[in-house]
């Protein structure tokens, strides 16, 4: 969840320091250029003095004109910045350099303009960092309230576009500082958010393994969170206590009638022998009643396995394997079928021996039940990727796609074996017994013809 709810707090993030910064950056050229734009001002309002009592036709030996002339000269000279006194028909009063003269058109053209307006320019086109524009302010010299000429200023603007980009990468560092604070707070609040729903996941895997006692501790987080992490206790509470009732339930009711059933058995053979030998009906119900009395153990064992917590330790898997293949090993000579044991000669995963030694009798007795004499139960030990693997694979008549997806669920069994002894428990409680240590059976085709179980246990401690 912490790699979907980061990006979003970044991004939103990083368009509010967009937002401002963006902002900032052009207020920042604004006002370099506000200021070069006022100095111009300023300069152009000295040379108008002076400029405003020069005679019209200039004399030569007009003195205040060759001192306006000095000025701009020297204007130039210093700072680079074109500077000059017109009339109104476009002739110079005076200007430096002497080559320069106004422009046709152009913003040059529409200050002067301006200015013969009585005007002063004030708000030229703004100039960014990357334009190698000029500046160009222009102010009426007025005498006797008539606007006589003008005085123009044409600037470069390299050092303005300067100071405006020492600015701007001031503002870009403070906004990647700002970022980098921002990453790290969201990184905390994240963390802060998401601990809750880690500890809430840990404990809804913990209960899903079987791990029923599994709480969560509601001591951090948002409030709305913490009562999450309460409400979840609560029904983890519930859930563990109706299960136990179940348990409980399933366990006392198959105790209890073992023994009506046991005295009922023993009332049917007291009945025998009052019937002629080989009487039908009573064989019938004998083997009924044998068969009810296996259903019971087997629900009584069920409720014991969905009970018991499981004791993991880590195991040699192949070595258990082998001593199963080799208790049953008599059996399967017996109805004539080859119990083969393959695979890895060593293979170690966590799991509780007893619990993973009943599973594995069960599905190799359910094995040689199905496989037919002169077949083959081929049992493999070996490792699928994070889980230690023990394959159990016959030759019976297998199942089909539907019976695979209802295989190992309680008292079901396949309708083409009905007359085949068994209660239809035992793949159950195998999966109880393994879903108890954090392991899992799965069901497959044996390919031509057969099942193929697969049992699993991990080959890391659950907890880790």
């Keep these: 969840m912490r790699t979907r709810l980061l990006p979003l707090l970044i991004v939103l993030m990083a368009a509010v320091l967009l937002a401002l ?16 734009v006022i100095d111009r001002i300023d300069d152009t309002a000295r040379f108008g003095a002076l400029a405003q009592f020069v005679d019209e036709p200039v004399r030569a030996t007009d003195e205040r004109q060759r001192i306006l002339q000095t000025e701009l000269e020297a204007y130039d000279s210093v700072y680079g910045i074109r500077a000059g006194v017109f009339y109104r028909d476009d002739r110079a009063l005076a200007k430096a350099p002497g080559s320069w003269i106004l422009p046709a058109e152009g913003e040059g ?34 005498r006797d309230g008539d606007v006589v000429a003008v005085v123009v200023t044409d600037s470069p603007t390299g050092d303005m576009r300067s100071r405006t980009l020492r600015g701007w990468l001031l503002i870009a560092l403070g906004e990647a500082l700002a970022m980098l604070v921002a990453v790290g707070a969201a990184f905390r609040l994240t963390g802060w958010v998401l601990l809750p729903v880690r500890v809430l996941d840990a404990a809804t895997h913990d209960i899903a393994s079987g791990r029923m006692r599994s709480r969560v501790a509601a001591s ?8 999450l992490a309460r409400s979840f206790n609560e029904m983890a509470d519930n859930v563990e206590d109706v299960l136990e009732q179940q348990r409980a339930f399933v366990a006392d009711a198959s105790h209890q009638l073992r023994n009506p059933l046991a005295a009922l058995l023993l009332r049917i053979e007291l009945l025998a022998l009052e019937l002629p ?36 330790q880590l195991t040699d898997i192949a070595a258990l394997a082998g001593e199963r293949v080799a208790s049953w090993r008599p059996l399967a000579e017996e109805k004539g079928v080859r119990l083969t044991l393959d695979g890895a000669p060593a293979v170690t995963g966590w799991a509780d021996p007893i619990a993973l030694s009943s599973a594995l009798d069960a599905v190799i007795d359910n094995a040689l039940k199905f496989t037919p004499e002169g077949q083959e139960v081929r049992v493999t030990a070996g490792s699928d990727g994070e889980g230690a693997t023990v394959v159990v694979a016959d030759r019976g008549p297998g199942l089909t796609e539907q019976e695979l997806e209802r295989v190992g669920d309680r008292f079901w069994r396949s309708g ?18 393994l879903a108890a240590g954090g392991g899992s ?18 080959r890391h401690p659950p907890h880790a």
């Design 21 to 36: 910064g963006f902002p900032l950056a052009v207020r920042v050229a604004a006002a370099e250029q506000q200021r070069v």
């Design 109 to 142: 053209r529409e200050a002067f303009k301006e200015a013969l307006l009585g005007r002063r320019s004030h708000d030229p086109s703004q100039v960014w960092p990357w334009q190698d524009g000029r500046i160009v302010v222009a102010s009426p010299v007025v």
């Design 220 to 227: 951090g987080g948002p409030p709305e969170l913490r009562r």
């Design 277 to 312: 030998d080989g009487n039908e009906e009573i064989a019938s119900v004998r083997t009924e009643g044998k068969r009810l009395a296996q259903v019971l153990d087997d629900l009584l064992d069920l409720a014991l396995a969905e009970h018991t917590e499981a004791d993991l």
């Design 416 to 433: 083409r074996h009905q007359n085949i002894k068994g209660s239809g428990l035992g793949l159950s409680i195998s999966r109880a017994l």
């Design 441 to 458: 059976i799965r069901y497959g085709t044996h390919e031509p013809h057969g099942l193929r179980v697969t049992v699993t246990v991990p």
